[in-house]
């Protein structure tokens, strides 16, 4: 962050005569504990990547490619890291990342992991997350976009701006839409600040390509495209078993049965969100667990009542009737 | 007697250092937004002591929790007015305190002229006294050439 300080051009102005010229040396930054490792462990221990990989490991289900992928860019940083103190010289690679996929293929969750990640490894200054859409970069007039667009960059500077369906930004078919400068400062601040900033773009796949054929500065500048592929359908009831964990919910023995056929009904129907789905899914059997228990007005409900899905909640979804959920 | 050799402007804080190099004003600026300041930057070619309200150089930057920000709308204010002075102040918002809880001067004139100490005769040979710049009496945006 502190570069070496030029010599100040007014350092004679403050001598006295005769005596020796005052020392100006600038405050030296805080030292860095990484800067002493030379060892890949030591630099995970120092920057305590382990501990993310491990939660996100834990936390993701599935997602094989993609969590390769950032250890990928992970193992690059903590080689760079031990260059640089071996005196070597390395640039700082590019690190901003386009992620595709479909729906509720957790682009978001790992965009925010990804800060933590590289913040850990020193690559940006805080583990924040910024993120912003078309509203947030677009103005409405003349003169509108530029300053709109500086103030969410300034704002996302040290950290991670994540620009949510991001070929939003282009409208083709609208050749006087602001967004076009948008883009142009974006892409600007991408090249000349790559050390405060980095760019994490998301969308999906199909309208991502689109927009990156239209606009190839900006897919010559991302260095990372990783892409989300879509759930198994074990991996999708493995995700519901820990939403439900985390809300105190269980499946009773038929229901986890029961979610898997709905989950094989809603997976052919239009609008399948993915993870999205199976927590919308849930909500409404959550609804409809309430609204059975709450009908037995009478009965004392013990802890397992109050946490346990029946299958007749689950089966009562309009998926079974061959109408949409 | 000369009370400022040096004839630079001293306002603010920091004002009687040589000039900040970037670095020592990001760590200003980190150690502002570490107690939740809000930077803003001002600008001005008229640099009377009584003029406390300089021009502004867009919004005080709010939520704003980088550094890299602050630097970079500085350098944007510099390279629009390379001969104006140019400071960083930061507003603290804490309830009761409510004002500028730090200012120093980021960005000076190559030459600086100073200011002339007029005095008037008045009756019954009172002294009024007065403070006006030597580069004040050029129309503004000529009075600092660089």
Same mark, same amino acid.
């Given at each position: 962050? /502190?570069?070496?300080? $030029?010599?100040?051009?007014?350092?004679?102005? +403050?001598?006295?005569? %005769?005596?020796? !010229? &005052?020392? *100006?040396?600038?405050?030296?930054?805080?030292?860095d504990?990484?800067?002493?490792?030379?060892?890949?462990?030591?630099?995970?221990?120092?920057?305590?990547?382990?501990?993310?990989?491990?939660?996100?490991?834990?936390?993701?289900?599935?997602?094989a490619?993609?969590?390769?992928?950032?250890?990928?860019?992970?193992?690059?940083?903590?080689?760079?890291?031990?260059?640089?103190?071996?005196?070597?010289?390395?640039?700082?690679?590019?690190?901003?990342?386009?992620?595709?996929?479909?729906?509720?293929?957790?682009?978001?969750?790992? /965009?925010?992991?990804? $800060?933590?990640?590289?913040?850990?490894?020193? +690559?940006?200054?805080? %583990?924040?997350? !910024? &993120?912003? *859409?078309?509203?947030?970069?677009?103005?409405?007039?003349?003169?509108?976009?530029?300053?709109?667009?500086?103030?969410?960059?300034?704002?996302?500077?040290?950290?991670?701006?994540?620009?949510?369906?991001?070929?939003?930004l282009?409208?083709?078919?609208?050749?006087?839409?602001?967004?076009?400068?948008?883009?142009?400062?974006?892409?600007?601040?991408?090249?000349?600040?790559?050390?405060?900033?980095?760019?994490?773009?998301?969308?999906y796949?199909?309208?991502?390509?689109?927009?990156?054929?239209?606009?190839?500065?900006?897919?010559?500048?991302?260095?990372?495209?990783?892409?989300?592929?879509?759930?198994?359908?074990?991996?999708?009831?493995?995700? &519901?078993?820990?939403?439900?964990?985390?809300?105190?919910?269980?499946?009773?023995?038929?229901?986890?049965?029961?979610?898997?056929?709905?989950?094989?009904?809603?997976?052919?129907?239009?609008h399948?969100?993915?993870?999205?789905?199976?927590?919308?899914?849930?909500?409404?059997?959550?609804?409809?667990?309430?609204?059975?228990l709450?009908?037995?007005?009478?009965?004392?409900?013990?802890?397992?009542?109050?946490?346990?899905?029946?299958?007749?909640?689950?089966?009562?979804?309009?998926?079974?009737?061959?109408?949409v959920? | 007697?000369?009370t400022?050799?040096?004839?630079?402007?001293?306002?603010?804080?920091?004002?009687?250092?040589?000039?900040?190099?970037?670095?020592?004003?990001?760590?200003?600026?980190?150690?502002?937004?570490?107690?939740?300041?809000?930077?803003?930057?001002?600008?001005?070619?008229?640099?009377?002591?009584?003029?406390?309200?300089?021009?502004?150089?867009?919004?005080?930057?709010?939520?704003?929790?980088?550094?890299?920000?602050?630097?970079?709308?500085?350098?944007?204010?510099?390279?629009?007015?390379?001969?104006?002075?140019?400071?960083?102040?930061?507003?603290d918002?804490?309830?009761?305190?409510?004002?500028?809880?730090?200012?120093?001067?980021?960005?000076?004139?190559?030459?600086?002229?100073?200011?002339?100490?007029?005095?008037?005769?008045?009756?019954?040979?009172?002294?009024?006294?007065?403070?006006?710049?030597?580069?004040?009496?050029?129309?503004?945006?000529?009075?600092?050439?660089?």
């Amino acid at each position: 962050m /502190a570069e070496p300080a $030029a010599p100040r051009p007014n350092s004679t102005l +403050y001598s006295i005569p %005769g005596a020796s !010229v &005052a020392s *100006t040396a600038p405050a030296a930054a805080p030292p860095d504990p990484v800067a002493a490792a030379r060892s890949v462990a030591e630099v995970l221990a120092l920057s305590q990547v382990d501990a993310v990989f491990a939660d996100l490991d834990r936390d993701l289900v599935g997602l094989a490619p993609v969590k390769q992928r950032i250890r990928d860019i992970a193992a690059l940083l903590v080689v760079d890291k031990l260059r640089l103190n071996a005196g070597l010289s390395a640039h700082t690679p590019s690190l901003h990342m386009s992620f595709t996929g479909n729906p509720g293929t957790g682009k978001t969750t790992v /965009a925010l992991r990804m $800060a933590q990640v590289l913040h850990r490894l020193g +690559y940006v200054r805080t %583990g924040q997350l !910024v &993120a912003a *859409t078309r509203d947030d970069l677009v103005g409405q007039y003349i003169g509108h976009t530029a300053p709109k667009t500086r103030e969410v960059l300034k704002r996302a500077m040290g950290g991670v701006l994540f620009i949510d369906e991001a070929y939003y930004l282009y409208r083709p078919e609208n050749e006087r839409d602001y967004g076009q400068e948008a883009i142009e400062i974006l892409l600007q601040v991408m090249e000349n600040q790559r050390d405060d900033l980095v760019v994490i773009l998301a969308g999906y796949a199909q309208r991502m390509r689109t927009f990156f054929e239209s606009n190839p500065g900006m897919r010559s500048r991302i260095a990372h495209h990783l892409d989300f592929p879509d759930y198994s359908s074990g991996e999708l009831l493995l995700i &519901a078993d820990r939403m439900l964990d985390s809300m105190n919910y269980q499946f009773s023995p038929g229901a986890r049965e029961a979610f898997a056929e709905y989950l094989a009904r809603r997976r052919s129907q239009p609008h399948f969100a993915n993870a999205r789905s199976v927590r919308n899914a849930l909500d409404r059997i959550r609804l409809r667990q309430a609204s059975r228990l709450f009908s037995q007005a009478e009965r004392v409900l013990s802890r397992t009542d109050l946490t346990t899905l029946e299958p007749q909640d689950i089966r009562a979804s309009r998926v079974f009737d061959g109408g949409v959920a | 007697m000369m009370t400022n050799p040096t004839g630079r402007l001293t306002q603010g804080q920091f004002s009687f250092l040589p000039d900040l190099t970037d670095a020592e004003i990001t760590l200003q600026i980190v150690y502002g937004l570490k107690r939740n300041f809000a930077w803003s930057i001002e600008y001005t070619d008229d640099p009377h002591p009584r003029n406390t309200y300089w021009e502004m150089y867009g919004n005080p930057m709010f939520d704003l929790r980088d550094p890299a920000g602050v630097l970079h709308e500085l350098n944007a204010c510099r390279a629009t007015f390379p001969h104006h002075y140019v400071r960083l102040q930061a507003f603290d918002s804490t309830r009761g305190v409510e004002s500028i809880a730090m200012s120093f001067i980021v960005n000076r004139p190559k030459t600086e002229p100073g200011f002339q100490l007029e005095r008037q005769e008045a009756q019954g040979r009172n002294i009024r006294y007065s403070v006006s710049g030597y580069a004040a009496a050029a129309p503004e945006g000529e009075r600092y050439h660089g």
